[in-house]
């Protein structure tokens, strides 16, 4: 018999709906049919045509959610997922859960009341692109005796057709803010070099942009061996996303936007292809497996929130 999957996405922004067609390629892929459910939170908000003829059902109040879903995943704002997390774990077997976990570090997982023998994977993408995993499994980051890491953009930019200052990453509120996020590079930090030992923290808000949330943050930290900078911004008028690598025998320079690592001594350039489609449709693949017990969880909420900890817990200077 045929095996079949029954999922729902809560949240249809755009990364809801590119969850939503890599789930259906993922599965089409392994022979597994689905049926698609969408929770939303206003019955106004029209479904795209292009959207709509892959959903099954649509449900706007918890209760007439169905309790038998194979997999939920949370795609709404960041400051609603600790509440819909607690409300629709017990719905389903596994969750797959955007970043970050939480807006808050002060709230409590253990009230959450998970289900220990489920799955709780929390998004972290830039781990599945081809350059960082290159670093990973190609350098000796022994070596390394200092990282510098910056995302710099502009936020008006960031999503075509929406004014900037009615999403959420205007309002501090709603979990906005360059240290919630693009807590993508602390991700990525903590998974080529573990924990640091310590580390501090200015942030603020220093531009025009009208938000309140903040639009820079800074952190120095400090490990056994090295030390790490990272820049993070809104405000930036060209995108730069890297990571500098000053190690004992050369410096490199880990582009995340041109996708090349460049040896600044030996002057070697290594290209990678892959793109947002792929390294996001790769962490699709990986929860199904993780799902179907082919993997083991390497980002669990327990990792998730403490990578949210370091980011807002930052000793503040």
């Not at 009615?166 to 693009?182: C, I, N, P, Q, W």
Request: contains cysteine; aromatic residues 12%; charged residues 30%.
């Amino acid at each position: 018999m045929k095996k079949n999957y029954k999922i729902a996405i809560v949240g249809l922004g755009s990364i809801g709906k590119r969850h939503l067609m890599n789930i259906l390629d993922e599965l089409k892929d392994r022979n597994i049919s689905c049926t698609i459910d969408l929770i939303r939170s206003n019955p106004q908000k029209k479904i795209s045509e292009d959207v709509g003829k892959f959903i099954n059902n649509c449900y706007y109040t918890t209760e007439e959610v169905p309790d038998d879903y194979d997999a939920i995943f949370i795609s709404n704002p960041t400051h609603l997922h600790y509440e819909t997390i607690q409300t629709f774990a017990p719905k389903s077997k596994n969750l797959f859960i955007e970043k970050p976990i939480f807006d808050n570090p002060n709230q409590s997982i253990e009230e959450l009341n998970l289900n220990k023998k489920s799955i709780y994977y929390v998004a972290c993408p830039l781990r599945y692109m081809d350059i960082i995993d290159f670093v990973r499994q190609k350098f000796d980051l022994k070596n390394v005796l200092c990282a510098r890491v910056i995302s710099s953009s502009y936020l008006p930019n960031w999503r075509k057709h929406v004014d900037y200052r009615k999403s959420y990453s205007a309002f501090e509120t709603k979990g906005g803010g360059v240290s919630l996020d693009l807590i993508h590079e602390w991700d990525y930090i903590q998974y080529l070099f573990g924990k640091p030992l310590e580390i501090h923290n200015f942030r603020g808000k220093v531009s025009d942009l009208e938000i309140d949330s903040d639009d820079i943050s800074i952190y120095i930290a400090k490990y056994k061996n090295m030390m790490v900078e990272v820049h993070l911004d809104y405000f930036g008028q060209e995108i730069i996303r890297e990571m500098q690598l000053f190690m004992k025998d050369d410096t490199v320079k880990v582009d995340l936007v041109k996708n090349e690592l460049v040896f600044q001594k030996s002057k070697e350039t290594i290209r990678f292809h892959d793109t947002r489609d792929d390294f996001q449709r790769k962490e699709i693949t990986y929860f199904f497996d993780l799902i179907e017990g082919k993997k083991i969880n390497h980002n669990t909420i327990d990792q998730a929130f403490e990578t949210l900890k370091l980011a807002k817990e930052a000793i503040s200077l």
